[in-house]
């Protein structure tokens, strides 16, 4: 295990030598994963779906593609909890790593078959969750008190790596679809994959391993459970029955089945749980104490306060994720060359994080420290919301020429990517370290899959937006704006977000910061 070390009276912190096969793995991970995810959109619109009608089959390509992600950061909660209970992060990466692997290659084997095709996304959807927490919750592992000062250094790096994967998936991919087809375009992902695999096992003698915690009466939920169900004369059980009504509202929202489908349904009864629940446990909180520790109560109510955070920036990722979905639709309606494909654009917003990221760092922030400007954290976060809805309003406008008939080049894409680019290396890499460190230290891969959970919520926004406006009545009232459908739903999506940003402010200046790294040995 790395230790800091005295330097001319000064301790100077080393980095843990075992953080390059993570990064390493990483890298290939993010590769395979970005490699079909975005080309899943084109390839479902032009071969997968072919036997639908021609203008039903761009919203079911949306539904499929935002339904897969919800997938995705649904299960990082199963991959937090296997993690923090019983297997251990390493061991949990490790299994659901070759689950991941089986399912890129029901991809490449089932490119004609709608099932053996549906059932690979959810392998994919299983492995690429139940890891997602996990891995970046491990390179948290591997520092402690005496070297956590180069832990944001690492995780900015992490997210570069990240990055790195998918500009050269984003550009590559779609050329290898439509040239090679797609069995040999989701075939490279899963090889890459494998490769991440086996890096990934190559430096298990090497990793800090942190023990899954043993079964606490004291954990979490039973802290919460006590809150909410034990009685004090003279008090009204108002959270038990808040509480009570999230989960009558989430077998509720189960009727919505045949509406928003199974899994939007599900995600929202979720929601309504976690939301409710979460209120109803925040308010009666205190009456744990006395029954559980005083380090416990105050723990839970940490994650509570962590779990607003997370809440608020859910708007964010309802529009950046669009980027793969209603960006490549918007510009398949753009002027380009015969040669470029309306996916390669994604392209633009790995290369654009791996620039920012240092230009952030290295100039941006020093900068404005220098002008007495500190940007903390929650600012960032806060302003990367802000970000993301001004790119969006820029789209929506750029929508509204397209309607009108005007031709604009593909080009001008770039400024909403920059935008929301921006936004993101504010919210994304600033929020991996902002949810380590303020997690207690027994559930940091939960609080990490909380963090992911907010994305599956996100797209959750999405699918409900979208089966809005399949109502006629609906659609007719955007008419009467005199915008299109698509349109309105842009700067639907800009307000979402710029709101989510003014509340994250007002909640951002209340927020009591913590430091729950582990102590160095």
Same mark, same amino acid.
């Given at each position: 295990?790395t230790?800091?070390?005295?330097?001319?009276?000064?301790?100077k912190?080393?980095?843990?030598?075992?953080?390059?096969y993570?990064i390493?793995n990483?890298?290939?991970?993010?590769?395979?994963?970005?490699?079909m995810?975005?080309?899943?959109?084109?390839?479902?619109?032009t071969?997968l779906?072919?036997?639908?009608p021609?203008?039903l089959?761009?919203?079911?390509?949306k539904e499929?593609?935002?339904?897969?992600?919800?997938?995705?950061?649904?299960f990082?909660l199963?991959g937090?909890?296997?993690?923090? @209970?019983?297997?251990g992060?390493?061991n949990?990466v490790?299994w659901?790593?070759?689950?991941?692997c089986c399912?890129?290659?029901?991809?490449a084997?089932f490119?004609?078959?709608?099932n053996?095709?549906?059932t690979g996304?959810?392998?994919?959807?299983?492995?690429?969750?139940?890891?997602?927490?996990?891995?970046?919750?491990?390179v948290g592992?591997?520092?402690?008190q005496?070297?956590?000062?180069?832990?944001?250094?690492?995780f900015?790096?992490?997210?570069?790596i990240?990055?790195?994967?998918s500009?050269f998936?984003?550009?590559l991919?779609?050329i290898?679809?439509?040239?090679?087809?797609?069995?040999?375009?989701?075939g490279?992902?899963?090889?890459?994959?494998?490769?991440?695999?086996?890096i990934?096992?190559?430096?298990?003698t090497?990793?800090?391993?942190?023990?899954? /915690?043993p079964?606490?009466?004291h954990?979490f939920?039973n %802290?919460v459970r006590?809150a909410?169900?034990?009685?004090?004369?003279?008090?009204?059980?108002?959270?038990?029955?808040?509480?009570?009504a999230?989960?009558?509202?989430?077998?509720g929202?189960?009727?919505?089945?045949?509406? %928003?489908?199974i899994?939007?349904?599900?995600?929202?009864?979720l929601?309504?749980?976690?939301?409710?629940?979460g209120?109803g /446990?925040?308010?009666?909180?205190?009456?744990? @104490?006395g029954i559980h520790?005083?380090?416990?109560?105050?723990?839970?109510?940490s994650?509570? @306060?962590?779990?607003?955070?997370?809440?608020?920036v859910t708007p964010?990722?309802?529009?950046f994720?669009q980027k793969?979905?209603?960006?490549?639709?918007?510009a398949?309606q753009?002027t380009?060359?015969?040669?470029?494909?309306?996916a390669q654009m994604?392209?633009?917003?790995?290369?654009l994080?791996m620039l920012l990221?240092?230009?952030?760092n290295?100039v941006?922030?020093?900068?404005?420290?220098r002008?007495?400007?500190?940007l903390?954290?929650?600012?960032?976060?806060?302003?990367?919301?802000?970000?993301?809805g001004?790119a969006?309003?820029?789209?929506?406008f750029m929508?509204l020429?397209?309607?009108?008939g005007?031709?604009?080049e593909?080009?001008?894409?770039?400024?909403?990517?920059?935008?929301?680019?921006?936004?993101?290396?504010l919210?994304?890499?600033t929020g991996?370290?902002?949810?380590y460190?303020?997690?207690?230290l027994?559930?940091?891969?939960?609080?990490?899959?909380f963090?992911?959970l907010?994305?599956?919520?996100?797209?959750?926004?999405?699918?409900?937006?979208?089966?809005s %406006?399949k109502?006629?009545?609906?659609t007719?009232q955007?008419?009467?704006?005199?915008?299109?459908?698509?349109?309105?739903?842009m700067?639907?999506?800009a307000g979402?977000?710029?709101?989510?940003?003014f509340?994250?402010s007002?909640?951002? @200046?209340?927020?009591?910061?913590l430091?729950?790294?582990?102590?160095?040995?």
């Amino acid at each position: 295990m790395t230790q800091s070390v005295a330097v001319d009276g000064a301790e100077k912190a080393r980095m843990p030598k075992q953080i390059p096969y993570i990064i390493a793995n990483e890298g290939c991970e993010r590769f395979s994963f970005y490699g079909m995810r975005n080309i899943l959109t084109p390839f479902l619109i032009t071969s997968l779906l072919l036997s639908m009608p021609e203008e039903l089959r761009k919203g079911m390509a949306k539904e499929v593609f935002h339904t897969f992600v919800i997938g995705v950061y649904f299960f990082p909660l199963l991959g937090g909890w296997l993690a923090d @209970r019983f297997f251990g992060k390493y061991n949990t990466v490790f299994w659901l790593s070759l689950v991941y692997c089986c399912g890129h290659a029901c991809l490449a084997i089932f490119e004609n078959n709608r099932n053996g095709f549906y059932t690979g996304l959810f392998l994919i959807a299983l492995g690429s969750g139940g890891i997602k927490p996990l891995v970046t919750s491990f390179v948290g592992d591997q520092f402690d008190q005496s070297n956590r000062s180069l832990a944001q250094k690492v995780f900015d790096g992490f997210y570069w790596i990240i990055n790195f994967g998918s500009f050269f998936a984003s550009l590559l991919m779609p050329i290898f679809l439509k040239e090679f087809g797609a069995s040999i375009a989701f075939g490279i992902p899963g090889l890459l994959m494998l490769i991440a695999t086996i890096i990934f096992w190559s430096g298990r003698t090497k990793y800090v391993h942190v023990a899954p /915690a043993p079964r606490d009466p004291h954990s979490f939920l039973n %802290v919460v459970r006590t809150a909410l169900t034990t009685d004090v004369p003279g008090q009204a059980k108002s959270g038990y029955f808040m509480a009570v009504a999230g989960a009558l509202l989430a077998v509720g929202s189960l009727f919505l089945i045949p509406k %928003v489908g199974i899994v939007a349904a599900l995600c929202l009864a979720l929601v309504l749980v976690l939301g409710f629940g979460g209120m109803g /446990a925040w308010m009666q909180l205190e009456r744990a @104490r006395g029954i559980h520790p005083d380090v416990a109560v105050d723990g839970v109510r940490s994650v509570l @306060r962590i779990l607003v955070v997370f809440a608020l920036v859910t708007p964010f990722w309802s529009l950046f994720d669009q980027k793969a979905s209603t960006w490549v639709l918007q510009a398949d309606q753009m002027t380009k060359p015969s040669w470029f494909q309306s996916a390669q654009m994604q392209a633009l917003n790995p290369l654009l994080v791996m620039l920012l990221i240092p230009f952030n760092n290295l100039v941006l922030y020093p900068l404005l420290k220098r002008s007495g400007v500190e940007l903390t954290a929650l600012r960032r976060m806060g302003a990367g919301i802000a970000f993301a809805g001004l790119a969006w309003i820029v789209v929506g406008f750029m929508q509204l020429a397209i309607d009108g008939g005007n031709a604009l080049e593909i080009t001008w894409q770039i400024l909403p990517y920059a935008l929301l680019t921006f936004g993101e290396v504010l919210v994304s890499t600033t929020g991996l370290e902002f949810a380590y460190s303020q997690a207690p230290l027994a559930m940091k891969g939960v609080i990490m899959s909380f963090w992911n959970l907010s994305v599956t919520i996100g797209n959750l926004w999405v699918l409900l937006a979208n089966s809005s %406006v399949k109502s006629e009545a609906v659609t007719e009232q955007i008419k009467s704006t005199g915008m299109s459908v698509t349109a309105f739903q842009m700067f639907f999506f800009a307000g979402f977000a710029l709101l989510a940003a003014f509340l994250f402010s007002l909640y951002a @200046r209340s927020y009591p910061m913590l430091n729950n790294y582990r102590k160095a040995d």
